[in-house]
């Protein structure tokens, strides 16, 4: 069993950075894939950044690819998103996961655990 906490959410205008962290509990924290996703109101959860357990290995979706990177220490149990050059567009609550299978990584049924969000708002 994983629990995952994010903070770093909130206001920021357009072109400023937040960095967003999840704090999981659990010894088993380095064996998970963990991943960050997005939800806008109206809109579908989308992916939009994933590392490997090791860390060796980051993916990233196309609209935040150069912008925002993921990191992670396993020391902290503790996942990073660090967000550059934001647009009002990147507004959303942004959720941290976590997941042990192989395969795909972009959906969101393919995580085992969540957080309950937390809110970045970019005024334009």
């Known amino acids: 069993q994983v629990q995952l906490v994010e903070s770093g959410g909130g206001l920021v205008q357009a072109g400023g950075s937040l960095r967003l962290s999840c704090a999981a509990s659990?010894?088993?924290?380095?064996?998970?894939?963990m991943g960050w996703f997005r939800q806008a109101p109206g809109k579908e959860r989308e992916f939009v950044a994933f590392i490997t357990w090791s860390g060796d290995s980051t993916y990233y979706a196309s609209s935040v690819k150069g912008r925002f990177t993921i990191s992670r220490d396993n020391a902290k149990n503790t996942v990073y998103l660090q967000m550059n050059i934001l647009k009002p567009d990147d507004t959303a609550v942004y959720y941290c996961a976590a997941r042990q299978s192989a395969g795909g990584l972009t959906r969101p049924y393919e995580y085992d655990y969540w957080g309950q969000g937390t809110q970045v708002t970019v005024s334009s």
């Open positions: 659990g010894r088993t924290f380095s064996t998970y894939g």
